[in-house]
């Protein structure tokens, strides 16, 4: 519990100063600071999605495998070609 804490406390603190270096950027119209304020962005992002994916993946059983079944229904032999 402590390291998804920390995790999100980081995500946060880094969210916070990108936000900041934007508002920077934005007043001096720098351009080039511009563009990588959007590389930073993307990352960001990235990180904040693997972050929610692992919250969802918290549960007991969570670490174990799972049957699915695909039926291809009335879709005709394609569908059924699909499904194999």
Same mark, same amino acid.
């Given at each position: /519990?402590? %390291? =998804?804490? #920390?995790?999100?406390? %980081?995500?946060?603190? +880094?969210?916070? #100063?990108?936000? @900041?270096?934007?508002?920077?950027? *934005?007043?001096? +119209? =720098?351009? *080039?600071?511009?563009?990588?304020?959007?590389?930073?962005? #993307?990352?960001?992002? =990235?990180?904040?999605?693997?972050?929610?994916?692992? /919250?969802?993946?918290?549960?007991?059983? @969570?670490?174990? +495998? *799972? $049957? $699915? *079944?695909?039926? !291809?229904? !009335?879709?005709? %032999?394609?569908?059924? =070609?699909?499904?194999?």
């Amino acid at each position: /519990m402590k %390291t =998804d804490y #920390e995790n999100w406390r %980081t995500l946060k603190a +880094d969210a916070e #100063e990108l936000l @900041d270096y934007a508002r920077l950027a *934005a007043d001096e +119209d =720098d351009a *080039a600071a511009e563009a990588g304020i959007v590389g930073q962005l #993307e990352a960001l992002k =990235d990180r904040l999605a693997k972050q929610e994916f692992a /919250m969802l993946l918290n549960e007991k059983y @969570d670490d174990r +495998d *799972a $049957i $699915i *079944a695909i039926h !291809a229904g !009335a879709g005709g %032999t394609e569908a059924q =070609d699909w499904v194999e």
